[in-house]
């Protein structure tokens, strides 16, 4: 049993679901976890990350960083890190799970070191994922790298100087930002020029915002094309406390949407970075009945649903919740220029597709956008691949709990990479599961 009461691997049977009715609390920000955690170790001293994430994602930083040589401590919900610094241990492998962000950032960080090697306990998805990229930019700074044609495993050796390179950000942010953490410990700091049509600017974004809360310097031009870090700068120790998470609640707030009800959901800060908070406006153009007081979002579900065509890259990690919102609209929705989705945990354009046909909606695809003509009653009786993604266990679950009879969603464990309680939460709003022995792992 884990921290949720549930077997180890499990698949979720998700049965349909009269209303949802009650209040919760946002879960810890990923996007921040990850960042603080990492930026806490890069600091000298002792930092208090407060009310960090506790996935399995936020797992692997911690793990990574312990084996780099950072004290990790879990006190209550806060973790406090004793960090290493400019100077994390070098001759290390590192296994940073499943965790995409994690890998990338921790790749960027390993210039510092004479030689870090990165393997996967998750060779069909993270395994998958492109790091030529950010690979190319290291080697171009002066590292040493090698991997497998620019997948994992991989080992990359510093030191490195730093000054200009240059890093395409066409298939991730998360090249950038891992330059951007690496950057001030840099003697000769960095001066990135991001190349290509650059996606997701709002993690960029917090990175810099990660950056100036631990003292660091950094400037970016409006467009976010040019990031100068100088070098020579020392990351400041602090507290910090961790925003709540929009991409997760955005399923949450979604599932809420499309069943009758009431959801207060706390812990959505309003001036936030996290650009899964346009979900909330998308599900208002939707037509949900969504009031937002203070920290708190209120949804008053069951309102009909109508579709949108939205450009999808300012909130990807909330396009499979907004799926599940569309796919029971009426109408025909498109989320454009999301051609990074494949290149996730699962190709999140034709696995979504694929799945959501099986479900009888009519889905259409084309290389960077997804098309989905949403129906007013999905009979269920199916049992779908949650293609090992917790966002696409996400997307399913709140369809299921729309559909005329369960759904079966396999591998449903995965859920755990960003977002453990997300059954938990649904059944504390009326929702009802049952957790059969995994039949994918
Ligand atoms: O920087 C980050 O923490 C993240 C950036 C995004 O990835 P891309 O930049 O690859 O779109 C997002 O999808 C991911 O979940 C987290
Ligand atoms: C794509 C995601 O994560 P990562 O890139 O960090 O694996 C996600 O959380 O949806």
Redo the contacts with the bound molecule.
Sequence with gaps: MSADGLPEKFDVIVHPAAELRGELRAQPS??YT??YLLAAALADGDSRVVGVATSEDAEAMLRCLGDWGAGVELVGGDAVIRGFGSSPRSGVTLNPGNA??VA??LMGVAALTTGTAFVTDYPDSLGRRPQGDLLEALSRLGARVQSREGMFPLAISGPVRGGVVEVSAE????YA?ALMFLGPLLPDGLDLRLTGNI??H???R??LDTLAAFGVQASASEDLSRITIPGGQAYRAGRVLVPGDY?GSAAILAAAATRPGELRLSNLREHDLQGEREALNVLREMGADLTREGDTVSVRGGRPLHAVTRDG?GF??AVQALTAAAALAHGTTTWENVY?LR??ECDRISDTRRELQRLGLTVTETQDSLTVTGTPSLAGSVTADGHGDHRMIMLLTVLGLSAQAPIRITGAHHIRK?YPMFFRHLESLGARFEYPEATRA
């Design positions: 990923k996007n990850t960042r995409g962000a990338r950032f298939r991730s942010s998360q930002s996606k997701s709002a993690p960029l917090q990175t991409p890259d990807t990690d990074t290149l996730k960003s």
